[in-house]
Nanobody
Framework: QVQLVESGGGLVQAGGSLRLSCAVS????????MGWFRQAPGKEREFVAA????????VYADSVKGRFTVSRDNAKNTVYLQMNSLKPEDTAVYYC????????????????????WGQGTQVTVSS
């Protein structure tokens, strides 16, 4: 069984930064593509960013491009989401997800392509 545990969320002022972490256990971490999604109250869960198994390929939602950076450390079984220049509209519960190594970059934004999900971490950006 694969387990994903997010951490690093919190309350920050607009313009500030946070770094989310997602620790993965249970299977070979390097065999997974990893994604970050978020869900604001009353809205559907949306794609934020993803990274392939090796870390050499990343994809971002237009809304976070240039502000967020996804990375991974396969030696530590952890994926990160560095969030800079945060805006109030970034407020949401952030989830990490693990998908198959074979997941095409063109499908990173599709929630159903991911097999495992974390419990989420709250990010609140005040104006």
């Amino acid at each position: 069984q694969v387990q994903l545990v997010e951490s690093g969320g919190g309350l920050v002022q607009a313009g500030g930064s946070l770094r989310l972490s997602c620790a993965v256990s249970g299977r070979t971490f390097s065999s997974y593509a990893m994604g970050w999604f978020r869900q604001a109250p009353g809205k559907e869960r949306e794609f934020v960013a993803a990274i392939n198994w090796s870390g050499h390929s990343t994809v971002y939602a237009d809304s976070v491009k240039g502000r967020f950076t996804v990375s991974r450390d396969n030696a530590k079984n952890t994926v990160y989401l560095q969030m800079n220049s945060l805006k109030p509209e970034d407020t949401a519960v952030y989830y990490c997800a693990a998908g198959p190594m074979s997941l095409y970059a063109s499908r990173y934004y599709v929630r159903d392509e991911y097999d495992y999900w974390g419990q989420g971490t709250q990010v609140t950006v005040s104006s």
